[in-house]
């Protein structure tokens, strides 16, 4: 297949309903006029298909069409296919906004608006959690809670660069056929495509210098070993004996030196004998102070995990108590516990 016949991946990420969705088809029309296909989840996600795993296929495409709307802005999925596609390199350069008027970002009062619609959601959901009796067997529900709060956290840098993007008003884009749009779109799948041809020339000559190189050495080693079959070579010790061997004999010879050296080696390493017990203790605490400093003994603890109800630290057995204690400064939470078992849980600050 040469390279002209590969078609781009381009995907759009857009709020099912109202305007979002008529603007969506739009442009999957006109880019199909113009010879350019647009993966979009209700034509492309078939029966049974797992959602989450579209969305993070649309998170590592390297065309991402965004159009943003207020809905977009306070949608779980949406967020979540947004923040996959932030998660990947090249955010700016992978992103094509189409930002609808009725979107407000560019003050910062309403960037901070935002922040605190999330930051409301992953409170009531904390809040739900927290009024069950039993928190365990809850993962589905604790990963919406970090969806929140990633969310929450990530709200201004993703609205500051996107209101830093001449976009476009949505009349222009639609008046014009959606052509910048499509233009610029197609601008960068050329430059990447004559880009992936030069990186595939280099490539092949790389690899036949490693050929050539190779083949090289094998007819080096061929003709060594001829020479040495023609010729007698005599070990020094045992020369004024007249002792000769052959190819074959010297690298028998090499192979037992090899074999003493290893068994000194193995003879040298250390055992160090058995090691200390180690426990890993997870620490129930509230969403607010999840990323704050845990100590243990007086002493900061080496942290494996957190999540927002939780974090798990690693602490060293010994005869006693331990003492585990976390602050924000206005407020500090301690308890006393021995531990004795992995994967023991305490729950701080009732």
Known sequence: MQESDVKPAIYISYAWGSASEAIAESIEEEFRKRGLHIIRDKNDLGYKGKIKDFMEQIGRGKYVILIISNKY????????????????????????????????????????????????????????????????????????????????????????????????????????????????????VRADSGGKTRKKVIKYIALAIVIILFLAGIFKVVDYGIHLQDKSVYNDSNAAAGTKYDSLQILEEASKKDS???????????????????????????????????????????VVERSLISIKVRVRKKNGSHHFEISDGAETCFTDRMISNNNERLTLCD
């Open 260 to 302: 003493v050296k290893k068994e000194v080696v193995a003879k040298e390493k250390v055992d160090f004998g058995p090691s200390e017990v180690w426990y890993i203790v997870e620490l129930i605490v509230p969403s607010g102070m999840a990323q704050t400093d845990v100590f243990v003994d007086k002493k900061q603890a080496e």
């Open 73 to 188: 802005l306070h949608s779980e999925n949406c967020m979540f296919e947004l923040l996959q596609i932030f998660r990947n390199e090249d955010f700016y350069e992978r992103i094509f906004p189409v930002v609808l008027d009725e979107v407000r970002i560019a003050k910062a009062t309403d960037r901070l608006e935002l922040m605190k619609y999330w930051e409301n959601e992953a409170a009531n959901l904390d809040k739900k959690i927290r009024e069950l009796k039993e928190l365990s067997n809850i993962q589905g529900v604790t990963d919406d809670l970090n969806l929140y709060t990633e969310i929450r956290n990530n709200m201004a840098r993703l609205t500051n660069i996107l209101k830093d993007i001449n976009t476009l008003n949505t009349d222009r884009h639609i008046k014009s056929d959606f052509q910048q749009l499509f233009s610029l779109i197609q601008s960068k």
